[in-house]
Each structure stands twice: as structure tokens, then as C-alpha cells.
């Protein structure tokens, strides 16, 4: 799950550079310029890709450390 959650981080990354809707005047839902409903929705991605991160590649010793438990494997 690391490799996929790394491999969607540099997708990101990727996506994040859009020179493609600079010159774009186009609307979304009538008022939203493209650009900025593209980056919306990149950092909606980004959040769901850190829930995932979060949740599947956190390392389960840090959590029970910080709650003052021993850490079960």
C-alpha cells in the first residue's frame, strides 16, 4: 500500500502543473474559472490521498507511544 500511496503523491505532483487552463476562459457551473476548479479538485485528492497515507502507512509504534501504551504487534 506504500508504493501506491507514494505512486499517487507523485501523481500529484505531476498533475499540480497545469499550464494547460491558464488561457482557458472557460466557466464551471457558470461562475467557477476551469483553473481554479482544477485545483479544487487537486486538493481534494490531495486530502483523500493523505487520509490514506493516514490510515494504511502510519506506523502503529508512533500512535501507542503518544497515547502512552505499549506498542502490540
Not at 499517487?8 to 502543473?17: K, M, Y
Not at 506506523?59 to 505499549?70: N, P, R, Y
Request: hydrophobic letters at 55%; a negative charge; glycine letters at 4%.
Amino acid at each position: 500500500m506504500q508504493k501506491l500511496v507514494w505512486a499517487l503523491v507523485l501523481l500529484l505532483v505531476v498533475l499540480h502543473q497545469d499550464n494547460w487552463f491558464w488561457e482557458d476562459g472557460t466557466l464551471v457551473f457558470g461562475f467557477m474559472p476551469i483553473a481554479l476548479f482544477y485545483h479544487a479538485c487537486i486538493s481534494i485528492a490531495a486530502s483523500v490521498v493523505w487520509f490514506m497515507a493516514t490510515r494504511f502507512c502510519w506506523d502503529d509504534d508512533l500512535t501507542a507511544e503518544s497515547h502512552g501504551e505499549e506498542a502490540t504487534k
